[in-house]
Nanobody
Framework: QVQLVESGGGLVQAGGSLRLSCAASGRTFSRDTMGWFRQAPGKDRDFVAAINWSGENTYYADSVKGRFTISRDNAKNTVYLQMNSLKPEDTAVYYC????????????????WGQGTQVTVSS
């Protein structure tokens, strides 16, 4: 069974940090572009960050540039999202996903999704 499992979410104060992990299983994802998205209640699922298969190319939403860092360890079949200087507006469920198309900022470019992990940032 191919699946992605996110972990590392939680409650943190504004200005704090969290590190999300996305562990893949069922097949290797080492050749896939991987992405992180987030969805707040009542809002659309928004792009956060993406990374190509080698890790050489990364992409970020303007709202997280300079604060979040995406990385991957292909040997562990795992993708990470380091989130620093968190703000209350970062509160959302965070999802990782594997891309099937090259337009990495579009949710429709991804065909495998995790179940999500809640991140709550208090002011």
């Amino acid at each position: 069974q191919v699946q992605l499992v996110e972990s590392g979410g939680g409650l943190v104060q504004a200005g704090g940090s969290l590190r999300l992990s996305c562990a893949a299983s069922g097949r290797t994802f080492s050749r896939d572009t991987m992405g992180w998205f987030r969805q707040a209640p009542g809002k659309d699922r928004d792009f956060v960050a993406a990374i190509n298969w080698s890790g050489e190319n990364t992409y970020y939403a303007d709202s997280v540039k300079g604060r979040f860092t995406i990385s991957r360890d292909n040997a562990k079949n795992t993708v990470y999202l380091q989130m620093n200087s968190l703000k209350p507006e970062d509160t959302a469920v965070y999802y990782c996903a594997a891309a099937k198309r090259s337009l990495v900022m579009r949710p429709t470019s991804y065909d495998i999704w995790g179940q999500g992990t809640q991140v709550t940032v208090s002011s």
